[in-house]
């Protein structure tokens, strides 16, 4: 296989490294949020003042009905039901 340098030479070393880490196959040796959260990509943007942590975990409804089995075209829609609590602006699919 071709490796994330010569793929995608165009991004920084920083974002290649980010995207290496993010998909390593082993989830015990993957970047965990918070470590990406740490990571020298976000450096010029990040502002951990300005953050807050969600009190629980977020479950979006459409992760449940992810397990059974959505296609493509259900996924875009559900994804942009999501995006449209947010963004009421943006047209429906």
Do not use: W, Y
């Amino acid at each position: 296989g071709t490796g994330f340098g010569e793929r995608f030479a165009h991004a920084s070393t920083e974002a290649r490294d980010m995207l290496a880490k993010m998909l390593c196959f082993n989830p015990e040796a993957r970047i965990s949020v918070g470590q990406a959260f740490e990571h020298e990509l976000f450096h010029s943007v990040r502002d951990p003042a300005k953050e807050m942590r969600a009190p629980n975990s977020i479950c979006l409804d459409f992760e449940q009905e992810a397990e059974t089995g959505l296609d493509h075209a259900a996924m875009r829609k559900l994804f942009s039901r999501e995006i449209r609590k947010f963004h009421p602006d943006i047209p429906q699919i």
